[in-house]
């Protein structure tokens, strides 16, 4: 079983709409994550972290982080064109990303 | 602000030759990394590196790679005889601490092998 995973998409989510994004893993000892987005030929930059139960807001952008059910999501309100990219959500402990979701903001 | 940086952007080399690609990661940093890509895949993890040794490594860091820390700003990594499957984007990351939460790891713009 992979540690994390992702749905890969292509997920497409109209401009102003909210696009979610989502990620399992199965080790539970697991404690904190990372979200980054990746422009094509581009390197992960780190959109934000999460390690406690529940929601963490920043900007557009909030992390959700559910330790019993080992998922962790991310929602980005008011979708802009820029936001089109290859979502990643990372493991803190294992070093490890998931495949990614490539989102689609549609004009 | 501080960033990791990468050299060459792109390196093209001939099947079985060596290659080594070089980073600079984030001066107060301690803890270095190199990941890889290859086109159209996800991240993999390759190596972490702290206190001038390896601290971990996944089955793809096998004998044909190596890095080191040469001095104190660069890091490296030696891949000995180059084969075609190495071709990929290889990426250097930096944090702070191991373990932390909110250390997350740091990219470069990563450098670009094509093995031919």
């Known amino acids: 079983q992979k540690e994390v995973e992702q749905n890969s998409g292509p997920l497409s989510v109209p401009e102003g709409a909210i696009a979610s994004l989502n990620c399992t893993y199965s080790d539970r000892g697991s404690q904190s994550f990372f979200w980054y987005r990746q422009y094509s030929g581009k390197s992960p930059e780190l959109i934000m972290f999460i390690y406690s139960n529940g929601d963490k807001e920043d900007g557009r952008f909030t992390a959700q982080l559910n330790k019993a059910s080992q998922y962790v999501s991310l929602l980005i309100r008011d979708s802009q064109p820029s936001d089109s990219a290859t979502y990643l959500c990372a493991a803190r402990e294992k070093l490890t990303f998931g495949t990614g979701t490539r989102l689609t903001i549609i004009p | 602000e501080p960033e990791v940086t990468q050299t060459p952007s792109h390196q093209v080399t001939q099947m079985g030759q060596e290659v080594i690609l070089r980073c600079v990661p984030i001066s107060n940093h301690l803890y270095f990394y190199w990941y890889r890509q290859i086109l159209g895949q996800k991240v993999e993890f390759l190596v972490s590196f702290y206190n001038n040794e390896i601290s971990e490594k996944s089955e793809i860091f096998d004998d044909q790679f190596s890095v080191e820390r040469p001095d104190g700003s660069n890091f490296t990594l030696k891949i000995r005889s180059t084969k075609l499957e190495d071709s990929a984007m290889y990426f250097c990351?930096?944090?702070?601490?191991?373990?932390?939460?909110?250390?997350?790891?740091?990219f470069g713009n990563g450098t670009r092998l094509t093995v031919t």
């Open positions: 990351a930096s944090s702070e601490g191991r373990y932390s939460y909110n250390s997350p790891l740091h």
